[in-house]
């Protein structure tokens, strides 16, 4: 059984910094691709960051320039620093990743979620 845990979110000001994390743990045997959507209040889901296995990145307008994705290969994580937060990025922020484990194919698996409210 795979599963991811997320961490780092909270409550900060307009113009702060958090940063998330995302541990992959259970019977993996390799990961593609990892990242993070975001979902606010009345709006769909959408993507904020990847970063695939080759360290390649890819962001959204709305976020490119402040926040940046990384990833850890050895203790299968991602993070996500967040930079000069706006208001319009509150929401539940969800770490996903692209990868097979044993006894199963290749598939999407998500994370719990985390709230991120920037607020004054």
């Known amino acids: 059984q795979v599963q991811l845990v997320e961490s780092g979110g909270g409550l900060v000001q307009p113009g702060g910094s958090l940063r998330l994390s995302c541990a992959a743990s259970?019977?993996?045997?390799?990961?593609?691709?990892m990242g993070w959507y975001r979902q606010a209040p009345g709006r769909e889901r959408e993507l904020v960051a990847v970063?695939?296995?080759?360290?390649?990145?890819n962001y959204p307008d709305s976020v490119k320039g402040r926040f940046t994705i990384s990833r850890d290969n050895a203790k299968n994580t991602v993070y996500l620093q967040m930079n000069s937060l706006k208001p319009e990025d509150t929401a539940v922020y969800y770490c996903?990743?692209?990868?097979?484990?044993?006894?199963?194919?290749?598939?999407?698996?998500w994370g719990q979620g985390t709230q991120v409210t920037v607020s004054s």
């Open positions: 996903y990743s692209f990868m097979s484990a044993y006894g199963s194919t290749w598939e999407t698996y």
């Open positions: 259970g019977s993996i045997l390799s990961i593609n691709a």
């Open positions: 970063v695939t296995s080759g360290g390649r990145t």
